[in-house]
Structures are given as C-alpha cells and as structure tokens.
Nanobody
Framework: QVQLVESGGGLVEPGGSLRLSCAAS????????VGWYRQAPGLERELVIS???????RYADSVKGRFTISRDNFKNMVHLQMNSLKPEDTALYYC?????????WGKGTLVTVSS
C-alpha cells in the first residue's frame, strides 16, 4: 500500500509562483515513475509533467519553461515548482506514482490563479 499526500496549493496572483509537494508513505520514489496531473472544472484530467525512474520526462506544452518537476529520493517526495502562473493553470493538481506497474494517486491540492 502506498499513500500520497499533496500540499502547497492555494491562491496566487497571475505571474506568481507556487511549489507543490507530494509525500509518499513508502520508500518508492527513487524506483518509480512520478508526475503531476491536473483537472480543471469541466475539463479532462491532463498530464502536467512526469519523469520516469530512468530520467525520461514528459510535459504539457502549456507548461514548458514554467513548471519543473523534481524528486527527493532521500525524503521520498516529489515536488512541482510552478512559475509565471496563469489563470488557465487553475485546477486541482494530483500527484501520481507508478510503482511496479501499480498506479497510485493523491487526493489533490487546489491551485487557484487569480487577481
């Protein structure tokens, strides 16, 4: 069993920055594919950015150059640094981990970008 808990969401003005964190209950991050997804009201869930255990990254074109994913193997955490935030970034952000073929999801943290 793996549990993921996101934190760091909140209200931020356009152009601002926010750092999301995902804490995993087990020592799995270093051997897992990890990533962040988001879902805005009325829209489908989409990949924001992810990275495999081998270092292969995938990301949405809309966040290229603005968002960065990182993993802390020692602390067993995943982070999402979001810069130059736009109103269209407003969504519920989910942490996602694939460990030995099993998918795990956090409950999400809300990010609202508004003036």
């Amino acid at each position: 069993q793996v549990q993921l808990v996101e934190s760091g969401g909140g209200l931020v003005e356009p152009g601002g920055s926010l750092r999301l964190s995902c804490a995993a209950s087990g020592h799995i991050i270093d051997s897992s594919s990890v990533g962040w997804y988001r879902q805005a009201p009325g829209l489908e869930r989409e990949l924001v950015i992810s990275i495999t255990s081998a270092g292969l990254t995938r990301y949405a074109d809309s966040v290229k150059g603005r968002f960065t994913i990182s993993r802390d193997n020692f602390k067993n955490m995943v982070h999402l640094q979001m810069n130059s935030l736009k109103p269209e970034d407003t969504a519920l952000y989910y942490c996602h981990v694939i460990h030995f073929g099993q998918d795990y999801w956090g409950k999400g943290t809300l990010v609202t970008v508004s003036s």
